[in-house]
């Protein structure tokens, strides 16, 4: 099946700084990205959808001005949690659309991000 | 989008079958099921789906209902590695306006 990475797959910052999590697509093209966030023992719950060209769509309740994203080209869409803060620590997972096959999603491995 | 209903958790021996339900009692007609699973700090993977019919793959198989509002994922033969939280998932397949939504899933243990 089609290959989704994820980088980094793991990172720890410090309370008020940017992080910038990659989402590639390795093997195929994908117009449309998917942001999700998985807090400890919770289901993954939908952040924003991204389209290579245009602005994401975020979903109710998730801020666009702090989960900034990125899709500028078809295999590489970026989110960047501003400011971060502690209570931002979560796992950060993206899948990718592909669009020319049969709009299947794949799903990344994940980014674990800590905010200290 | 339609809601499915899923148990919180379930046990099962090692090597034996393992049989996990959903509930999709308001599925629509262009409404495919998917089932994902999740192995702890990875992300989801693609089991299996189906539309009407029964299906097989090398992973698991998918009975569904003939009114289509349940259906079954069928583990064969569980091993320890099928420990993982699993999805069921309505989402018209095929469709580049879809997006899929994850409900709470049933937390899969494997006794060995």
């Known amino acids: 099946g089609a290959v989704v990475s994820q980088h980094p797959s793991r990172v720890i910052c410090k309370s008020g700084t940017s992080v910038k999590i990659e989402c590639r697509s390795l093997d195929f093209q994908a117009t449309t990205m998917f942001w999700y966030r998985q807090f400890p023992k919770q289901s993954l719950m939908l952040m924003a959808t991204?389209?290579?060209?245009?602005?994401?769509?975020?979903e109710q309740g998730v801020e666009k001005d702090k989960f900034l994203i990125n899709h500028a080209s078809l295999t590489l869409s970026t989110l960047t949690v501003t400011s971060a803060h502690p209570e931002d620590s979560s796992f950060y997972i993206c899948?990718?659309?592909?669009?020319?096959?049969?709009?299947?999603?794949?799903f990344g491995p994940g980014t674990r991000l800590t905010v200290l | 989008d339609a809601k499915t209903t899923q148990p919180n958790s379930m046990e099962s021996n090692e090597e034996e079958p393992v049989h996990l339900p959903c509930n999709h009692s308001t599925i629509s007609g262009t409404d495919y099921i998917h089932w994902y699973r999740q192995l702890p700090s990875q992300g989801p993977e693609y089991v299996i789906h189906?539309?009407?019919s029964n299906v097989n793959n090398r992973m698991a198989s998918l009975a569904i209902a003939e009114d289509r509002k349940s259906s079954t994922l069928i583990l064969h033969r569980a091993t320890l590695r099928d420990a993982a939280v699993y999805y069921c998932?309505?989402?018209?397949?095929?469709?580049?306006?879809?997006?899929?939504?994850f409900g709470s899933g049933t937390r899969l243990s494997i006794r060995p």
């Open positions: 899948s990718a659309r592909w669009t020319i096959g049969n709009n299947e999603q794949f």
């Open positions: 991204s389209n290579e060209g245009s602005k994401a769509t975020y």
């Open positions: 189906g539309l009407t």
């Open positions: 998932i309505l989402s018209p397949r095929y469709s580049s306006a879809s997006k899929i939504i």
